[in-house]
């Protein structure tokens, strides 16, 4: 069993900026993937960002150029650093690993962007 640990979510204006952490209770060098969704009320979860073998990266359309994802090794942590927050960045933030025998989910931050 792998526990994922999110932190750094909060209040923010619009324009602003933060960065969330997760941090995994194994190591994360054999990980295959690591991923954050969100989810906003009366929505379904999405994919924010997803880096996969290390190295490559994807986003949502809806982030690409605001958003970043970067992992780790030594802290077996994953980060999302978020720029430019838009009100429609409102949501709670899930960690998500994954491993050859399956993957995990962390309890989920909350972000939101409002003035």
């Known amino acids: 069993q792998v526990q994922l640990v999110e932190s750094g979510g909060g209040l923010v204006q619009p324009g602003g900026s933060l960065r969330l952490s997760c941090a995994a209770s194994r190591s994360i060098f054999s990980a295959n993937a690591m991923a954050w969704y969100r989810q906003a009320p009366g929505k379904q979860r999405e994919l924010v960002a997803i880096i996969i073998s290390g190295r490559r990266t994807n986003y949502a359309d809806s982030v690409k150029g605001r958003y970043t994802i970067s992992r780790d090794n030594a802290k077996n942590t994953v980060y999302l650093q978020m720029d430019s927050l838009e009100p429609e960045d409102t949501a709670v933030y899930y960690c998500?690993?994954?491993?050859?025998?399956?993957?995990?989910w962390g309890q989920g931050t909350q972000v939101t962007v409002s003035s």
């Open positions: 998500n690993v994954r491993y050859y025998e399956g993957e995990y």
